[in-house]
């Protein structure tokens, strides 16, 4: 098996040895209720140290199986953990390759192309047709989608789970398009939204689905405006009037 974190290629390493390496790379923002991640530009991966490592008297050690119970599924958009951690034999942690992307909930969605956003959305589409097929049911997805261009990615991923339900990829999908709709409309263009039944209908159903929504989003904001938009930006005259709270938290500001 290829290891990555040390300097020596190691799998295990000692406490205090981690200690040093962490000190001394990127701490980044998020990681999740049951870790840290950090990014390692020597080796190009992230890092992510579970709270067992520091509070083994509160948090359990996870099973290197548990850890990468996903990582024999090839992906492309979908980031699981290639290899585990150890410090004295326990799992403390995992690796995963680096994404070089911009959290979306870091991102302004005036920005955004709706007509470019659409291949990431699609392509994302395929892996969640495999992850679905292989019984992963996707989880907390809004917080940890990523944009690079016109490709999107899901990091932090340790928390699926195996389910032998018959709805997972109906599930995993509604997932993903509601935490892209929510990123789209949330705060922004509510108002425009809840003026417009057959919008409003498509985001708030129970059945989402995402294409429809962006291709009528953006007929009827190009529409508004009087030509065809390139990004949303070019709708800003349309944007809410008051400020909505938000239904995630943004950490740009309008």
Do not use: W
Request: aromatic letters at 14%; hydrophobic letters at 40%; one cysteine or more.
């Amino acid at each position: 098996m290829v290891v990555y974190i040390l300097d020596e290629g190691n799998m295990e390493i000692s406490k205090e040895k981690l200690r040093y390496t962490l000190k001394n790379i990127r701490r980044l923002s998020g990681g999740g209720g049951d870790g840290t991640c950090y990014y390692n530009p020597k080796i190009d991966k992230v890092i992510k140290i579970f709270h067992c490592f520091d509070e083994p008297f509160l948090y359990d050690y996870p099973s290197k199986e548990e850890v990468l119970k996903f990582n024999s599924i090839e992906l492309t958009y979908f980031i699981f953990p290639i290899d585990v951690i150890t410090v004295n034999g326990h799992v403390v942690g995992y690796i995963a390759d680096y994404i070089k992307a911009k959290n979306l909930y870091k991102t302004n969605p005036l920005d955004i192309n709706l007509l470019e956003f659409m291949t990431g959305i699609l392509n994302m589409y395929k892996d969640i047709i495999k992850i679905s097929n292989e019984g992963i049911v996707i989880y907390d997805l809004i917080y940890n989608l990523m944009q690079n261009k016109n490709e999107l990615y899901a990091i932090d991923t340790d928390d699926y789970f195996f389910s032998d339900k018959d709805d997972i990829l109906k599930r995993n999908v509604n997932t993903f398009n509601e935490s892209i709709m929510i990123f789209l409309v949330d705060n922004y263009f509510d108002e425009f939204v809840q003026s417009n039944k057959k919008l409003l209908e498509m985001y708030k159903g129970k059945d989402i689905n995402l294409v429809d929504f962006i291709t009528l989003f953006y007929k009827l904001l190009s529409e508004n405006i009087g030509k065809d938009i390139i990004t949303l930006n070019d709708a800003k005259s349309l944007v809410n009037k008051k400020y909505y709270e938000p239904n995630f938290i943004r950490s740009i500001k309008r």
